[in-house]
């Protein structure tokens, strides 16, 4: 069964870091491109940063950009997020999810998500 | 950056009524569209993927249809385990969007 479990989620400052995780198993990790969403309470989803299989091409949401670094471990089956520079507004639920192929395609599976909260 | 427009915001529909979503694209996607149902503290789960073909263990009352850059999922006949958000989501071009969400309620 393929299954995504986050982690890291928490209550930071503003201006403060967190590093999320994502742990994959039940698939071959390394083949599939993979991304973060996030979803602000009450708001919609909101694609947050993806990455290849290889973990040599990235991809991030302007709102994000320069301040969130997406990486993962294919060795551990891993994905990471690192978030820097944190705003209120960063505040939300993040899931990890994968894409369908290799080479991209919808979401078929999604983690039950990690919730950051940014707030003094 | 492709726009996502999902329309209404809120439908309210019977039970065994039907239920139809409308979905925007602010330019082609081809097929490149997606469904998703999201229940309050759950994730999002793949209804519909490539416009119209349902995902494993979907049921037969859910279904989609795509006409250029304007997408529908249609639920024929309306379950109490149907209400939920339903979000469209575009992956032909980065950034991947999603459309704002449309809620149904059961009347």
Redesign the interface.
């Known amino acids: 069964e393929v299954q995504l479990l986050e982690s890291g989620g928490g209550l930071v400052q503003p201006g403060g870091s967190l590093r999320l995780s994502c742990a994959a198993s039940g698939f071959t990790f390394s083949n599939y491109h993979m ?1 973060w969403v996030r979803q602000a309470p009450g708001k ?4 947050v940063s ?1 990455i290849n299989g290889a973990g040599v091409t990235t ?1 991030y ?2 709102s994000v950009k320069g301040r969130f670094t997406i990486s993962r471990d294919n060795s551990k089956n891993t994905l990471n997020l690192q978030l820097d520079s944190l705003r209120a507004e960063d505040t939300a639920v993040y ?1 990890c999810a994968k ?2 192929f290799p080479n ?5 599976t ?4 990690t919730l950051v909260t940014v707030s003094s | 950056e492709i726009v996502m427009t999902q329309s209404p915001a809120t439908v309210s529909v019977s039970p065994g009524e039907r239920a139809t979503l409308t979905c925007r694209a602010s330019q082609s996607v081809y097929s ?1 569209l ?1 469904w ?1 149902q ?1 229940k309050p503290g759950q ?4 209804l519909i ?2 416009a119209s073909t349902r ?1 494993t263990g979907i049921p037969a009352r859910f279904s989609g249809s795509a006409s250029g850059t304007e997408f529908t999922l249609t639920i024929s006949s309306l379950q109490s385990e149907d209400s939920a958000v339903y ?1 469209c ?1 575009q ?1 032909n071009k ?8 449309t809620k149904v309620e059961i009347k």
């Open positions: 991304s919609g989803l909101e694609w993806a991809y949401a302007d899931y894409r369908a991209g395609g919808h979401f078929d999604w983690g039950q998500g | 490149n997606a998703y999201q994730a999002p789960r793949l993927s490539g995902a979000y989501q992956y980065w950034p991947l969007t999603f459309g704002g969400g």
